[in-house]
């Protein structure tokens, strides 16, 4: 078992510029979150998915963030523009029910200039 | 959703035990209790779950009182390689297993 990979590892660009993070979930999954953690706010949940389906996406900060999971193997968080603010570390978790626990990737580092 | 409450660092030498408590008074009847540790550059791992009286594992035990406002979780004869933080998270699995962090607590562990 691989985990939840995540690419790219770090990512730095320029403000303004769109930034795609990708995740793979663990085979057998159902359950997909995106959290984003920083030094001032912590761990912040920004949405979940059950069987590729957003359930809560009350966490995503504005209409610049948007997510998809096309397929029970691949989902994609995207930020257009992006803006210096939004450099934190993305998470992406899977669990197989809701009733297990999480299973965190290493993390995306993203930094906007 | 719950709100957890946690002390926000501790210290702690090799080979003690180290007991961090949680506090989450409005605590659901269909909430479980949920413990992770994060290491710096790493995602979140999770340590042990509960809903009431004991449990352990391999890693640690996890403690319930009868009412269920708190948790404490107990790491036997740390070493160095327990500096982490360390999360509570109350959450209600059966609607679809949201969870929310709280700030963790930050344990060192020194020689």
């Known amino acids: 078992d691989a985990g939840v990979i995540q690419s790219p590892r770090h990512e730095v660009t320029e403000m303004g510029q769109e930034v795609t993070l990708r995740c793979k979930p663990i085979?057998?999954?159902?359950?997909l979150f995106w959290y984003r953690q920083t030094m001032m706010r912590g761990l912040e949940l920004l949405i979940y998915?059950?069987?590729?389906?957003?359930?809560?996406d009350s966490g995503m900060p504005e209409d610049r963030f948007s997510a998809k999971m096309p397929n029970a193997s691949f989902s994609t968080l995207k930020i257009q523009p992006s803006e210096p603010r939004d450099s934190a570390v993305y998470f992406c978790a899977s669990s197989s029910d809701n009733n297990s626990p999480l299973h965190f990737g290493n993390g995306t580092r993203l930094t906007v200039t | 959703l719950a709100k957890t409450t946690q002390p926000i660092s501790m210290d702690s030498y090799e080979g003690q035990e180290v007991n961090i408590t949680c506090s989450h008074n409005?605590?659901?009847?269909?909430?479980?209790i949920t413990w992770y540790q994060q290491f710096p550059s790493q995602g979140p791992r999770f340590i042990i779950q509960g809903y009431k009286t004991k449990v352990t594992n391999e890693v640690a035990s996890l403690f319930i009182p009868a009412d269920r406002k708190s948790s404490t979780l107990s790491l036997p004869r740390v070493s160095l390689s327990d500096t982490a933080v360390y999360y509570c998270l109350v959450g209600d699995y059966n609607q679809g297993g949201k969870l929310i962090f709280g700030q963790g607590t930050e344990l060192s562990v020194k020689p």
């Open positions: 998915f059950n069987n590729n389906v957003p359930i809560d």
């Open positions: 085979s057998g999954h159902d359950y």
């Open positions: 409005n605590i659901a009847t269909n909430d479980y």
